[in-house]
């Protein structure tokens, strides 16, 4: 199932996409609903963010490729970061080049949406707490994140957080391509079989540390590849069985 969040005549709902159609859902999809006949054809429709989480927690250094590519040795343990929700986009909307950097880099990443509140759970528990999978972009101003020394000012810029379109269930994450288009380019090319600490560890050992909330993201890490953006460019992660999260880089003046 592909779960979409939509806007269509100033209303936002929720809906699952099938072929070039969106059935609307009644209720909440992290809890129960049902999908009636009411129908919209998915080019009549605007996609959001799937999901409005309260937080974004992020890996850094999870895939071997880039491992090796960064020459650092394999961390022992998931190096954690977190997001603001405000740096939120969904799909084809802009990343705002800040005033204040001079390297916005791109990290396409396998994220995974939390179905609801969990704390202190072990791996075999994992997945079904597990609403989906979606495509994210760990925007970064990578010029930033070295002259700080940490992470937080570099990753959190509104806009800095665009992931969709759909969140896709019932599907094994073990074994996704994964790649970062820009400009119709490849750029990032991989597959989640080379994570270092699999979807399981990740979200028992963040829960270990926090409590998750429903719709809260996990955004997994990023392969070998990573490289800068420019303005005017449009910049997509594919990922295999989810779909291609699309986005354009602005600038800071063209969001006044």
């Given at each position: 199932m592909k779960l979409v969040r939509f806007q269509k005549d100033g209303k936002i709902s929720y809906g699952v996409l099938e072929e070039n159609i969106i059935k609307v859902i009644n209720g909440d999809i992290f809890d129960e609903f049902t999908v009636t006949d009411n129908i919209y054809p998915f080019t009549e429709v605007t996609l959001k963010a799937p999901c409005n989480p309260s937080k974004i927690v992020c890996v850094g250094l999870n895939y071997r490729d880039h491992a090796a590519e960064m020459k650092d040795r394999i961390p022992e343990e998931p190096v954690l970061f977190i997001k603001p929700s405000t740096a939120v986009i969904g799909p084809k909307e802009s990343i705002i080049y800040p005033k204040m950097s001079n390297q916005v880099d791109y990290e396409a990443e396998l994220a995974v949406v939390i179905k609801d509140k969990i704390k202190d759970i072990e791996e075999d528990q994992v997945k079904e707490h597990i609403l989906g999978y979606?495509?994210?972009?760990?925007?970064?101003?990578?010029?930033l994140q070295k002259k700080d020394g940490q992470w937080t000012r570099a990753k959190s810029f509104?806009?800095?957080?665009?992931?969709?379109?759909?969140?896709?269930?019932?599907?094994?994450?073990?074994?996704?391509?994964?790649?970062?288009?820009?400009?119709?380019?490849?750029?990032?090319?991989?597959?989640?079989?080379q994570l270092i600490f699999s979807m399981e560890k990740l979200v028992s050992f963040i829960s270990k540390i926090m409590t998750l909330n429903p719709g809260d993201v996990i955004a997994t890490g990023t392969p070998s590849g990573v490289g800068p953006m420019n303005v005017g460019d449009k910049v997509a992660v594919k990922i295999e069985k989810i779909g291609i999260l699309e986005n354009y880089v602005r600038n800071y003046a063209s969001r006044l």
């Open positions: 979606t495509c994210f972009n760990d925007v970064t101003a990578r010029d509104d806009t800095f957080a665009p992931f969709g379109p759909t969140i896709v269930t019932d599907i094994d994450p073990s074994n996704l391509n994964i790649q970062l288009l820009l400009n119709d380019q490849i750029k990032q090319n991989s597959n989640t079989n």
